[in-house]
Each structure stands twice: as structure tokens, then as C-alpha cells.
């Protein structure tokens, strides 16, 4: 079998990875909140004409709770799999996983306070 071109390798895996989003946007709840908070504070970030370095850290933070939230998503899935019962050694690997999307999401939270409390008071 000949190994495929390098840029349709390439081209493949992007479909691979934008299906793979628009499955977690489809079917996790905790995504799709996340995304509605992804679109207010955009909308805030206009209404409020944020800088350019508030603007790169309130995607850094959209970004990091996302991806994190996807890698968490897909630990779950993957331990369900593995061992459907329930299991204290899974279950704690579950709790670790979840705690990273928490971390992520009280820094965020810190950074949104740092950007929009100045403006709004």
C-alpha cells in the first residue's frame, strides 16, 4: 500500500480534529456551556473594546478550558470503555482529569475578573 502525500495526511487529519470537536459541541453539556461563555465574553470583549493582550488572554483561557475539557472528555470515554463497572482506581483517575478542566477554569475566571471588574466598575 503507498504511504499517502504528506499534505493530504495533513488535510485528513484536520477533518479528523474538526470532527472530533463538532462530536464534543454535539454531545457534551459541559461544552456547549463553555462555548455560549466563549461567545458572551467575546461579545463583552467588543462591548467593553478590550486591548489586544486582554484579547490574547481571553482566548488563551477559551482555548485551555476547551482542550482541556476535550482531553477530559475523551479520558472519561475511555475509561468507561476499559472498565464500564465501577472502579476506585477509575474513579479517581476520572476525579484527577476533572480537577485539571477545574484549575483551568478558576484561573480563567481570575484572568475574566482581571480584564471586566475595571471596566465594569
Known amino acids: 500500500m503507498p504511504k499517502e502525500h504528506f499534505v493530504i495526511n495533513r488535510i485528513k487529519s484536520v477533518g479528523y480534529a474538526l470532527k ?15 462555548f455560549v461563555i466563549a ?5 463583552a470583549g467588543f462591548y467593553f473594546d478590550i486591548s489586544n493582550t486582554e484579547w490574547a488572554l ?3 483561557c477559551v482555548g485551555m478550558v476547551m482542550g482541556i ?3 477530559n472528555t475523551a479520558i472519561e470515554k475511555l475509561a ?3 472498565q464500564p463497572g465501577f472502579d ?3 474513579g479517581l483517575i476520572k ?21 471586566y471588574v475595571p471596566k465594569v466598575f
Do not use: N, R
Open 58 to 60: 481571553q482566548f488563551i
Open 69 to 71: 475539557e476535550g482531553v
Open 80 to 82: 468507561d470503555f476499559v
Open 95 to 115: 476525579d484527577v482529569s476533572a480537577g485539571a478542566v477545574m484549575a483551568a477554569s478558576l484561573i480563567s475566571v481570575i484572568v475574566g475578573c482581571i480584564i
Open 20 to 34: 472530533g470537536l463538532f462530536i464534543l459541541l454535539k454531545t457534551e453539556s459541559s461544552i456547549k456551556i463553555q
Open 39 to 43: 461567545v458572551l465574553i467575546t461579545i
Open 88 to 90: 476506585d482506581k477509575i
